[in-house]
């Protein structure tokens, strides 16, 4: 009994590599965030299988379920609506336990949307800290505060609800700091803005803030 942690693509589908085609297609049921979502990939690929939804909701009520499904067969394969599983994503609990089950757990690597936007930032990235989702409300000035103290370069992915607020936070707290925004990374409308935050604050057209975002931090300058 195996379960394979599948990344697939982060918006142009044709990112998925063959061997995650190959996997889904051996998987006698596959494990999703959101089987809508989900659909779309394998009606593309023409994959056939019975779609099992994990996500932030049903997590925990689903594990002992769905590992007592996977012990009934050969090869089930997780994956989420972008990139790779349990990355700021549902699975990392559910793989847990897993493990503890004594179920087998197999990598098949691919896109992601961090990984994206590190190699096109132009910034030094041989060391650097991912923070994923800053925290909405409570504890966010906090995080950002410390953030502010990192010396290396940092990652921070942000909904499209809260991108001119956190500019204006990385103004308030991070003026000095070198800023790259990745939107819609490999998607039709995929863009990249560069520069301070008070500069990017004037530069992304509200009218843009659409979609999904990355945010690379560069490295605090020695003094």
Known sequence: MKLFIVSTSIGNLEDISFRAIKTLKNSDFIICEDTRISSILLKQ??????????????????????????????NVSLISDAGTPAISDPGSVFISECLKSGIDIIPVPGAS?????????????????????????????KKLKELASEKQTIIVYESVYRVEKLLLELKKFMPDRYIIVCKELTKKFEDVWRGYPDELIKMIPKNKIKGEFVFIISEKEKQ
């Open 113 to 141: 949307a961090l990984l994206s936007a590190l190699v096109v930032s132009g910034l030094k990235i041989n060391s650097f800290i991912f923070e994923g989702f800053l925290p909405q409300k409570k504890g966010r000035e």
């Open 45 to 74: 690929y023409e994959i056939k299988k019975d779609l099992v939804s994990l996500n932030a909701f049903n997590e925990k009520d689903k594990i002992k379920y769905l590992i007592e499904r996977i012990k009934s067969v050969k």
